[in-house]
């Protein structure tokens, strides 16, 4: 029998996070049509609505009923806007281990919602889940990710060479895939005593490379 997470909220001060909506299909597909969306991560591009409400409407859902992970849209907690996603993949139910992503929508970047998300995520993760270790990769380029890593308490294990792909504008204005090293964070339950609150990030992305 498959381990699935369960379908739940999480809330904090200002964001819930929640299963995707339908309503949520033409902030997201705004969302992931945004420059630093693109560059770093494999979103296809030009995302459109019928892609955005296929990802809200089945992909996502099927992320957690598989046993992968789990998808959240986290939203803002008076507005309801949808603020970005927060993502677990490549979940191993025996060693209780998973890997987390997050956007952030470009209006809400500067605000700390990429660690305050991935906060409540983990200690979801941990408390109520009994996992005992959650992995993070950022591509060597990416600094506001690793900034957010680095300020929810993670820890930096080394780097993956050219272990993954991002984009980058070419001079006739469209998108090059470049590869690029990795960098594995992790973050285990003995490490939410070393967070020091919400990080101000600028772009809020941390790839999982082969997201498509």
């Excluded at 919602?113 to 408390?127: P, Q, R």
């Excluded at 792909?165 to 490490?191: C, F, K, M, Y």
Aim: hydrophobic content about 40%; glycine content about 8%; aromatic content about 8%.
């Amino acid at each position: 029998m498959t381990s699935t997470f369960p379908e739940i909220s999480i809330s904090t001060e200002r964001l819930v996070l929640r299963p995707f909506e339908e309503a949520d299909i033409p902030a997201l597909a705004e969302m992931m049509n945004d420059e630093l969306v693109v560059a770093w991560t494999g979103v296809a591009h030009p995302y459109t609505e019928r892609a955005a409400r296929e990802w809200a409407v089945t992909e996502a859902h099927a992320v957690r009923t598989s046993g992968r992970g789990v998808v959240f849209a986290v939203t803002e907690f008076l507005t309801q806007r949808l603020v970005g996603i927060c993502h677990l993949d490549r979940t191993d139910w025996r060693c209780r281990t998973t890997e987390v992503g997050y956007a952030i929508a470009p209006w809400a970047r500067g605000e700390g919602y990429a660690g305050e998300s991935v906060l409540a995520t983990a200690k979801w993760l941990f408390e109520d889940q009994g996992f005992e270790r959650l992995e993070l990769r950022t591509a060597a380029d990416n600094t506001a990710s690793q900034q957010v890593a680095q300020k929810i308490g993670c820890i930096s294990e080394g780097v993956l060479r050219g272990a993954g792909l991002v984009r980058t504008r070419r001079d006739d204005g469209g998108w090059a895939e470049v590869r690029t090293d990795l960098i594995v964070w992790s973050l285990l339950p003995e490490d939410l005593d070393g967070a020091s609150g919400p990080a101000s990030d600028e772009e809020g992305y941390a790839a999982y490379p082969d997201w498509r």
